[in-house]
């Protein structure tokens, strides 16, 4: 896969985020960055950096992304991945369990100047709270 810098940027972003290079994610973030997932109200780059730092990094460590497809259009990068990691904290009240987990999901940044601008994704939070036991899987009929 030939990787163009606006991948780098957006995949190094990524890789920032699981190794708690918190400087890093700050520098790759335009200042009036804007993220938008799973339907929620647009959060500010304070706001993401918070929620990646304290809450999703503080409920599960040890994690391993896959990224599987990585698709450039302009300065729009796409990426379908696989995110294997250790549920070790509370997370959203929900008590650690220890349990190793896969989230799967889809994003998409948009890059100008070296930075990210914007960021869209969603991800199966059923299937989490499913790994997590949170809620029973499906049965089949």
């Not at 990094?57 to 379908?80: S, W």
């Not at 008590?95 to 960021?119: L, Y």
Request: charged share 20%; proline share 3%.
């Amino acid at each position: 896969m030939e990787t163009s810098a606006n991948k780098e940027i957006t995949l190094g972003l990524s890789k920032a985020i699981m190794n708690g290079q918190w400087d890093k994610v700050d520098a790759l973030l335009d200042d009036n960055f804007s993220y938008t997932g799973d339907g929620q109200a647009p959060i500010s780059k304070q706001q993401y950096i918070y929620f990646m730092k304290e809450i999703l990094c503080k409920g599960f460590t040890n994690m391993d992304m896959k990224f599987h497809r990585v698709i450039e259009e302009g300065n729009i990068i796409a990426v379908d991945y696989t995110n294997e990691m250790t549920n070790s904290g509370e997370y959203f009240g929900i008590p650690a369990t220890g349990k190793r987990i896969f989230s799967t999901g889809q994003f998409m940044r948009e890059i100008k100047n070296g930075k990210v601008v914007a960021e869209w994704q969603t991800t199966n939070t059923y299937g989490m709270m499913v790994q997590l036991g949170v809620i029973p899987a499906p049965t089949r009929k």
